[in-house]
């Protein structure tokens, strides 16, 4: 059998194993159901990537957001690892074609949401999908504990008496010990091996000031501090202003969002990890799977929504272990923003029941019924 440490060597690049990585991976291959609870910036992909490339069949990775499924697919396929994703952009044949590609072995990895595990397309194609290993991400998700719970989640388990004897792993940066045990029981773990990993960073110094002027702050920071440094802002609009802001103190900054392209999103991350550019100015769309590990400063210009958004976005800061800053600015005004942000973030009641009418008659679903009920969707066709 190949080993883990060749394989990480073959496709990352590395000469050894994060702590706790191969114990989990070792867990994995000796058919253990494993929940791994590891920090944010402690490689928990690398836990299930490298036995699934060990392994003969496919892996199917079951995660909740889709930004975070493509970023992971467009770095397997970076490395010349063939993957796919299904996700609610796609039409009904792209997913069919995908599934039916699964079948003939072109993939090794295929990223999901918990919700397309009980469409009607999904399961035709279970069976001849070969699933050799199921990867549960973000697993806090299917505790009612938990600060983030997804009730297709529990879905989950009856994805495991279609496919009994093949081994499950579950990964989370964010669970209690009663959220650990409920991740356990709802995916039926059987002789469960379970790792933990401290939380703590003690290389990340973590400020937060009060300011009249942020951007004076702000430069002051840059200015004292030398090296890589993340900016987050609240606003698209704001990153672009604050990256000038920067270039005109002389500090090599740019700005990224979501909003831009796809081509050139990735060469500002590029040109950032290479430390062409030294501060990247951004929303909160910037940093999934991203491992640059000599980021000194994370600086929150804006508040995060969560308390669970700031520990994960801080802690892309000194993964390198050296030590790093996360520093929070704030002003008076900042509650009052984040008090009223559902209201700027989700649409009137009024919207969002006029979409749910035209949803049920494009479904033929009465209003008010088919809860539980899953139906394969095409999006595009269903917006003309």
């Known amino acids: 059998m190949i080993s883990p440490s060749s394989i990480l060597k073959k496709y990352w690049g590395y000469d050894e194993f994060r702590p706790l990585q191969e114990d989990i991976i070792e867990s994995v291959l000796a058919g253990r159901d494993t929940l791994a609870l590891l920090p944010t910036g402690g490689g928990k992909s690398i836990c299930f990537q490298v036995p699934a490339l060990i392994k003969e069949g496919l892996c199917l990775v079951i995660s909740p957001l889709i930004a975070l499924m493509q970023d992971q697919v467009d770095n397997l396929l970076a490395r010349n690892i063939p993957a796919a994703v299904i996700h609610s952009g796609l039409s009904y044949f792209e ?134 440094s993340i900016v987050y802002c609240g606003s698209r609009k704001q990153t672009k202003e604050l990256a000038q802001l920067l270039g005109l103190h002389s500090i090599a900054a740019d700005f990224y969002h979501a909003g831009l392209p796809q ?13 062409k550019t030294r501060v990247i100015v951004c929303t909160n769309a910037f940093g999934m799977g991203i491992d640059k590990p000599d980021v000194r400063t994370v600086i929150h ?27 929070l600015l704030y002003q008076h005004a900042d509650k009052e923003a984040l008090e009223n942000l559902p209201a700027r973030r989700f649409p009137p009641i009024a919207e969002i029941k006029k979409i749910y009418q035209s949803l049920a008659d494009y479904l033929q679903v009465p209003v008010g019924s088919g809860e539980g009920q899953y139906y394969d969707f095409d999006l595009l066709n269903f917006v003309r």
Not at 263 to 275: G, H, M, T, V, Y
Not at 305 to 323: F, H, I, M, T, V
Request: aromatic residues 10%.
């Open 263 to 275: 081509e050139l999103r990735n060469s500002k991350q590029q040109s950032w990890i290479a430390n």
């Open 95 to 228: 997913v069919k074609k995908i599934l039916q590609s699964g079948t003939q072995g072109d993939y090794r990895f295929l990223y999901l949401s918990p919700e397309r595990l009980e469409t009607k397309l999904f399961k035709e194609y279970l069976p001849a999908l070969s699933v050799d290993l199921v990867v549960v991400d973000e697993a806090h998700c299917i505790s009612q504990w938990g600060y983030d719970f997804r009730p297709p989640y529990l879905r989950i388990a009856a994805l495991r008496e279609e496919l009994p004897d093949t081994t499950l792993i579950a990964l989370t940066a964010s669970a209690t010990p009663a959220v650990q045990e409920d991740i356990m029981q709802k995916l039926l773990f059987r002789q469960p091996n379970i790792f933990r990993q401290s939380f703590e960073r003690p290389n990340i110094s973590y400020s937060v000031f009060s300011v009249d002027s942020k951007i004076n702050k702000l430069i002051d920071i840059l200015n004292k501090v030398p090296g890589s």
């Open 301 to 327: 210009f804006d508040a995060p929504d969560c308390l669970e958004n700031y520990y994960q976005e801080a802690g892309r800061a000194g993964r390198d272990g050296k030590k790093s800053f996360a520093v």
